[in-house]
């Protein structure tokens, strides 16, 4: 049984941000180019999630 | 006020690629287009460390300090600072290769600023998910378990998107 907190860190989970921008990243290159760059700026200034 | 200053710090340093963009625009598009995706291939590669090269960053922390003479104003300052990429380790290769694309992307300003605002607001994602998990040592431990691996997917997608776009004839 998961608990609430549990499901809070695994809803927060440090990689779940990069898996949807990942997919955000190839769909809006595909349908919607203009995003592309917020998408790829997004993957790019969360990939330094270890440097502060 | 420190996810203000990182969009002001990313809009900053994008303002100036763009600016330099122009120096680039003799350059043949299919060049240009095809050196994009190399630097995101070579930022994979870098990041898996099959490729070991040393990129130009400014290896500090921004000092404490400046949190601590104004707590408002310290926080703009620190989140522009870190907005700007320049002013801190940049500990991943995907930031080079959106600077590559940003710079010979060529087109209007529109792009630069779609890049500029993505990239202050996936710095802001950090503190916000870390925050958001209720539990900040337990997301630590995780985020050092996989941030090679999300170094390397960011890369990755960021590639894939480059080469999509672009053989899609969409730029």
Redesign the interface.
């Known amino acids: 049984m998961t608990t609430p907190?549990e499901a809070?860190?695994r809803?927060?989970?440090?990689?779940?941000?990069?898996?949807v921008?990942?997919?955000a990243?190839?769909v809006?290159?595909?349908y919607a180019?203009?995003?592309?760059?917020?998408?790829?700026?997004?993957?790019?200034?969360?990939?330094?999630?270890?440097?502060? | 006020m420190f996810t203000t200053g990182l969009l002001l710090g990313a809009l900053l340093s994008v303002a100036v690629l763009w600016l330099l963009s122009g120096l680039f625009a003799p350059v043949p598009a299919v060049w240009r287009e095809g050196v994009i995706v190399a630097a995101a291939v070579l930022a994979v590669l870098r990041d898996l460390g099959v490729l070991t090269v040393r990129l130009p960053q400014n290896a500090r922390q921004i000092p404490q300090d400046v949190l601590k003479r104004d707590l408002v104003r310290g926080t703009l300052q620190f989140g522009f600072e870190m907005g700007t990429g320049v002013r801190t380790y940049v500990s991943a290769s995907a930031p080079y290769a959106l600077v590559v694309a940003v710079l010979l992307a060529g087109g209007g300003w529109a792009p630069a600023l779609a890049a500029g605002l993505g990239f202050g607001l996936g710095r802001a994602l950090t503190p916000a998910l870390r925050l958001a998990s209720g539990a900040a040592e337990e997301w630590d431990a995780r985020l050092t378990v996989r941030l090679t691996a999300m170094k390397t997917v960011a890369a990755g997608a960021m590639a894939v998107a480059f080469a999509v776009l672009w053989a899609a004839g969409l730029s």
Do not use: E, H, K, Q
């Open positions: 907190a809070r860190i809803f927060a989970d440090p990689a779940l941000p990069v898996a921008l990942a997919v990243a190839v809006s290159a595909l180019p203009a995003l592309t760059w917020a998408v790829t700026g997004g993957l790019a200034g969360y990939a330094l999630s270890g440097s502060v």
